[in-house]
């Protein structure tokens, strides 16, 4: 790819396109590519719709990405890559033909499914008003009421963890371990199997919290991004987490997505 140069992906769909851009997305973090650009259209209904769109890709000198399970619509955007040269990249439909191959059932060929407000909806609404509620250790009653107790120091990714976890229809509360505050009875009343310690190496915690002072302005050098001090905490979590027999993540230099795959693993 040429530095100068500005690339673009349009990604399109007859519902939001919230899917195809999670994989184009993927697909160019495994590349040097921050020239790359994407364009999300979503709600298609038309074949002129897919012309227009694919004319200017086209011009654009760009490929395409899309999710579109009305089978005429995905039929035009095929013959439009074909007449117009561009790169149409079907995400959806090859998963599709292998859901009939293999048990020989038809699609429902509705777009917006996954999206739709069904059970599964309204129990992630519920867990990201829990994740919300009981963030920080702000209802320790709640600990029993949850399908997970996260439990680590200060800056250890707890809460967008417990966020992330509560948009996949998990229950999180998260603790956070102070060595001058001892954690509520109801912590150590919870399974050991249903909490999950957040742990990270000294090093990498001094950085993050050193950007933390910066950020809300306090002093270089407070004792909350002291290394003494941050060893003497991981310490005091290491023996807790110990304790109450849970399973610990090191999560230095680990994504969210990465470690909320590992809990989600654990939990099933």
Sequence with gaps: ??????????????????????????????????????????????????????????????????????PELR???????????????????????????????????????????????????????????????RDTSALLKANLVLIGVSRTSKTPLSIFLAHKGIKVSNLPLVPEVKPPKELFLVPGNRIVGLTMDADKLYKIRTERLKAVGLPFGAKYAAIERIDEELRYAQALMKQVGCLVINVTDKAIEETAGIIMGYLN
């Design 1 to 70: 790819m040429k530095e100068e140069q500005q690339y673009e992906i349009t990604i399109c769909s007859d519902s939001v396109g919230e899917t195809a851009e999670a994989v184009v997305r993927a697909t160019i973090r495994q590349f040097d590519a921050h020239q790359v650009r994407t364009k999300r259209i979503g709600h298609i209904k038309t074949e002129d719709e897919i012309r227009t769109i694919m004319e200017e890709a086209a011009k654009r000198g760009g490929f395409v990405a899309y999710t579109l399970v009305q």
């Design 75 to 137: 039929e035009m955007m095929k013959e439009e890559a074909v007449r117009l040269g561009v790169r149409a990249v079907d995400i959806m439909g090859p998963m599709m033909q292998a859901f009939i191959d293999t048990w020989g059932d038809a699609p429902k060929r509705k777009p917006g499914l996954l999206h739709q407000l069904d059970e599964d909806y309204f129990r992630r609404v519920e867990a990201i008003e829990f994740a919300v509620k009981c963030d920080d250790g």
